[in-house]
């Protein structure tokens, strides 16, 4: 079956600096990704669209300068938190679809654990 | 605004009994409704997928059903096993790719 593969799944830093989280389409091949936010007992949040070789599309109210997205190929999408703050520790999951069309169930990654303190 | 309702308190059965989960949405119709597994510290797990034009689906000792008129999907866990205790999430999805995710209900299974 199709994998995600995320990484790290635990950081802890220190307030003001970045964090870089990886998502990777380990057998199969992802244009679109998509990166959630989770807080305890809550929904996933689906933060942003990551489209292999264009900008990423942000829902509203995520900071774009605060959530880098990068998907440089079609195996690989990244999200960087810029300067991080504990109000940004939190639960990060990707996802991806193994099949063209919004009917394909999403494959998730085990979520990256963001402590900052 | 769209909003998916899933009961927040957890639900508590014994085992082999049937665990029914409730999946109520407003603001929206969707052409697709999922259900997720997730276990804690993890990503969830796709478990079935339904569409607006069908009732219900089975996929083993699970069971959907689907009902855009009263907009609610009902998921169900036949002879439960304490290996089902477990957040099962309810997502709804449109034609695009945009998937929006309930907060989940919490289920345990006593042996």
């Known amino acids: 079956g199709a994998v995600v593969s995320q990484h790290p799944s635990r950081v802890i830093c220190k307030s003001g600096t970045s964090v870089k989280i990886e998502c990777r389409s380990l057998?199969?091949?992802?244009?679109?990704m998509f990166w959630y936010r989770q807080f305890p007992k809550q929904s996933l949040m689906l933060m942003a669209t990551?489209?292999?070789?264009?900008?990423?599309?942000?829902e509203q109210g995520v900071e774009k300068d605060k959530f880098l997205i990068n998907h440089a190929s079609l195996t690989l999408s990244t999200l960087t938190v810029a300067s991080a703050h504990p109000e940004d520790s939190s639960f990060y999951i990707c996802?991806?679809?193994?099949?063209?069309?919004?009917?394909?169930?999403?494959?998730f990654g085990n979520g990256t654990r963001l402590t900052v303190t | 605004s769209q909003k998916i309702e899933q009961n927040s308190e957890a639900l508590n059965i014994q085992e082999g009994k049937t665990a029914t989960l409730t999946c109520n949405y407003t603001?929206?119709?969707?052409?697709?409704l999922q259900w997720y597994r997730q276990d804690p510290g993890r990503g969830p797990v796709f478990l079935l997928l339904?569409?607006?034009?069908?009732k219900e689906k089975r996929k083993e000792r699970l069971k959907v059903t689907f009902d855009t008129t009263l907009k609610q999907s009902l998921f169900h866990i036949t002879a439960s096993q304490p290996a089902d205790s477990a957040t099962y999430l309810c997502?709804?999805?449109?034609?695009?790719?945009?998937?929006?995710f309930g907060a989940g209900t919490r289920l345990f299974v006593k042996a």
């Open positions: 996802s991806a679809r193994d099949m063209a069309g919004g009917y394909s169930p999403l494959h």
């Open positions: 057998d199969f091949q992802a244009t679109t």
């Open positions: 990551s489209n292999e070789g264009s900008k990423a599309t942000y």
């Open positions: 603001n929206y119709s969707p052409a697709y």
């Open positions: 339904i569409r607006e034009n069908e």
């Open positions: 997502a709804l999805g449109g034609g695009g790719f945009k998937t929006i």
